[in-house]
Each structure stands twice: as C-alpha cells, then as structure tokens.
C-alpha cells in the first residue's frame, strides 16, 4: 500500500496505537501459536489486558474504566490487533468491549452496572452474547431459548451455540423469550453469570480456523436469574440487538479489513524474497499486478472504514451502512486471503505459514454477525423501502 495519510487520528491516537502496537509485539504475537493449540487465549492475558488499561474503553470511571467516549481508540485497537495477523484475540477482545459490553452499559440496571462492570474493565470478568441456536442463526425472531417470569426472578431454559469467548465467559448476555406467541416482540435481553445454577458449557468446538477462539455450547436448565439482570424493558430484546448490532458489524469490518492487510503486507515481503526461475516472485508481471490490484481495493476500503468510524462517533452509522460496510469487508477479506495463498505458491498452504491460518480464519467472517445474505438483505431494504 502507498501509505495514504490517516487524516483521522491526532497526536494522542497515534501515541495510543503505538502503546498497543507494542504491547501485541510483547504480550500477544508470541504467546499467539500457544494459544492455537490450546483453542483458546489465556485467562492471563485478559487480566494483563485490564491492567493495561485496554478493555472496554468507554466504561464510566464509576466503574473503574476510562470514560473514553471517542471510538476512533478502539478502531485502532482493533486495527492493531488485526495487522498481528492473530485473528483468534482480535476477534474476542473486542467483541467482549465493543460488542457485549454496550449492552450492559446502556441497558442494565445500577445494581448489574456496579456488579459486573468494574469486572470487565479488569479482565476478570469474560464476557459473551448468546443469541444463536442450533435452529436459530441469523433468524433471531425464531429462537426457542425461554424464559419464565416466576415474580420475583426468571428461569431460563434452552441452548446456544457457536458462543464467541463461550469456555472462558464469566457473564452472558442472553436473548431468550419472555412470551413465544409474540414472535420478536417476545424476546427479551438478560444478564446470566455462569456461576448460577443450572448453566453450563460445551467443550470448545474444533473449528476449521480460528484456533484461538474458545467457541462452544452454553446449556441453560432451570437457570434462576434475578429482576434486576434484566436489560432495559421486557421484550424490547429485540429492538436492542438490532441497536446495537450496527457497532458489531462495523467491529466485524474493522477487524476483517486489518486482518487481511495485516495478510498483504506479509505477502509483499514474501514475494520480494522468495526466489523463482533466477529472480524473485515480485519480479513476475503477474505478481506485481495483484500486487497493485489487492493495495487499490485496500486502499479504498481504509478510506471508506475511517469514514465510518468518524460517522460512528457521531452515531450516524444505521444498520444498512454498518451491514454494508461488514459485507463488503469481509468479503474483501476472504479475496485478499485467497490471492496471497496463490503468490504464496505450495508453501501458502502449510499450516506453519500465517498465510495459511489467514485463509483458515477469514471464512468465517462472511457467517457470523448475521450472514452477508443478511447483510445483503438489509441493505437493500433500506434502498427499496416504500414511502
């Protein structure tokens, strides 16, 4: 890439990245291969992250957090974490911030703010959303997950799947319905700590890629959850998810844009060394052109993500732009994977090369968040909604 300059970040951003850019060379990228093999990062690693200061940005400092309300500090830890190449953490870390954590902070009440934030800020306290069933992904409205108003608390029943942060979670925030018969008026939002009675886990699923993801089951069974551990209003579930998926999918963007520039630039310095027919693969027409072809679409897509993020802080991102921007994006991640397999040759298909994790790791993105057939749906809604 040419370096186009990133007009949106001050002296003081650039001083952060470069706190986290080194912080990911010391505490991350090493331990990064450890933690494949053992399907999941360290519970270390978030407690080190929390004294770090670097979860969950925007926490009030009520609640012993920053009160960071400019998201551009987290579109470059994202950012960060993305260009590492260690695509496990940079999917859990923030999701665990950026995508749970608003929950809890614009719908719970005092009491669950004041018991489970100060936690999350420290990293002692994992957290996840659990809204896919094994019959439910993208179709929300037909979860079976229930829970039971029994006056003075509710009993949860039912199971999710494919839980991001799922092994590791302390906190669930948990999409389950209040009343069956009124479709997604019924759903409703809850906060389940994983030491109540009745919940329990999976073992971490063996996924194609992400390794370092603890992805698995949660089972609720009778699962006693207190009034107060309800978000917002009684089914208004619903309406929340759909609030706040808009800073998911962008988070899901941001992190497959890094992720496969993070690919890129590695895959320059591998063409520019490995020798072929008495010169190096970059010397090939064919290379170069690629070359040329993956830095322009990069190069539009950072312009496009930085505009969104500014617009973002300004809460001017609607679902259609935050479903665009996670299609697009993910889309272009999977076509940046694929091509430097191919300049990669025979060895871009070696496990002990990261390009070949990268392959492995960015498919998935095309499926979580919502699909980019949803993605797609969503987008054209808003363009062919009737006046």
């Known amino acids: ?34 933690w494949e093999k053992n399907k999941m990062v360290s519970r270390e690693s978030w407690t080190d992250l929390g004294q770090n200061g670097f979860l969950c940005l925007q926490a009030p400092e009520q609640y012993g957090g920053m009160g960071i309300e400019d998201f551009r500090y987290n579109a470059l830890f994202i ?21 749970v ?29 659990a809204m896919t069933e094994p019959g439910a992904g993208s179709d929300l409205q037909n979860i079976k997950a229930t829970a039971q108003d029994m006056g003075d608390h509710y009993l949860i029943n039912g199971s ?12 669930v925030v948990v999409a389950a319905k209040t009343d069956p018969a009124l479709g997604a008026k019924g759903i409703s939002l809850f906060l389940v700590d ?5 919940f329990s886990k999976g073992v971490p699923f063996e996924k194609v890629g992400l390794h370092a993801q603890d992805t698995c089951e949660l089972f609720f069974e009778d699962v006693k959850v207190s009034k107060e551990n309800l978000l917002g209003k009684e089914g208004e ?9 808009a800073q998911e999918r962008l988070v899901v963007a941001l992190a497959a844009l890094a992720l496969a520039e993070g690919t890129f630039l590695s895959t320059v310095n591998y063409v520019k060394e490995r020798p072929a027919f008495g010169k190096t693969v970059s010397d090939f027409q064919n290379t170069r052109f690629k070359i040329a072809e993956m830095s322009a679409k990069l190069e539009m897509a950072r312009i496009y993500c930085d505009q969104l993020v500014m617009m973002h802080n300004e809460k001017l991102v609607d679902s259609a ?22 300049l990669h040759g025979g060895y871009g298909y070696m496990w002990e090369y990261p390009v070949a994790r990268a392959y492995a790791d960015a498919r998935v993105q095309r499926i979580y968040a919502g699909t980019n057939e949803i993605m797609k749906e969503l987008i054209a809604r808003k363009i062919l909604k009737k006046d």
């Open 1 to 34: 890439m040419n370096g186009i300059p990133r007009t949106i970040f001050t002296e003081e951003h650039e001083m952060f990245r470069q706190s986290v850019k080194d912080y990911i060379a010391k505490e991350i990228s090493p331990k990064n291969a450890e």
């Open 79 to 99: 950012e960060e974490l993305g260009l590492s190449g260690c695509s496990g953490p940079a999917i859990g870390y923030p999701l665990h911030s950026d995508i």
């Open 101 to 129: 954590f608003p929950y809890i902070l614009h719908y719970g009440t005092e009491a669950a703010k004041a018991k489970y934030i100060p936690g999350m800020v420290s990293g002692e306290m994992i957290s996840a959303v």
């Open 160 to 171: 999710k799947t494919f839980i991001t942060n799922g092994y590791l979670c302390n906190l």
């Open 194 to 198: 994983t030491d109540m009675e009745g």
């Open 237 to 245: 579930g619903f309406k929340y998810l759909m609030t706040e998926l």
């Open 321 to 342: 732009m935050a479903s665009a921007a996670k299609y697009s994006m993910t889309e272009l991640q999977c076509e940046v994977a694929d091509e430097c397999v191919q």
